[in-house]
């Protein structure tokens, strides 16, 4: 399979929405999310959300995709802060 120069653009860019998880498992590690910026993933939330509506409107699949992702990873770190938060 010959993956075009923007095809492979396109899905590193994807694999980087996961980024917010690594995030996550530290903070379920060490139970801890004394290090963790909620207003970053607040501003993730509301970003990511933004570009959703676009792709959808625009009916971008790549778009949606890697912003459904990123609405989901940043969506466990805030959960996981909320619980954490007072450990």
Not at 45 to 68: E, K, R, S
């Amino acid at each position: 399979m010959h993956l075009t120069p923007l095809e492979i653009i396109l899905v590193i860019s994807t694999l980087l929405e996961f980024n917010p998880l690594f995030q996550a498992v530290k903070s379920i590690r060490m139970k801890s999310v004394k290090n963790v910026s909620i207003s970053t993933f607040l501003s993730i939330l509301i970003i990511g959300t933004l570009w959703l509506y676009y792709g959808i409107t625009i009916m971008n699949i790549p778009l949606i995709i890697g912003n459904a992702i990123k609405l989901f990873t940043a969506l466990t770190v805030v959960v996981i802060y909320f619980k954490y938060r007072n450990h």
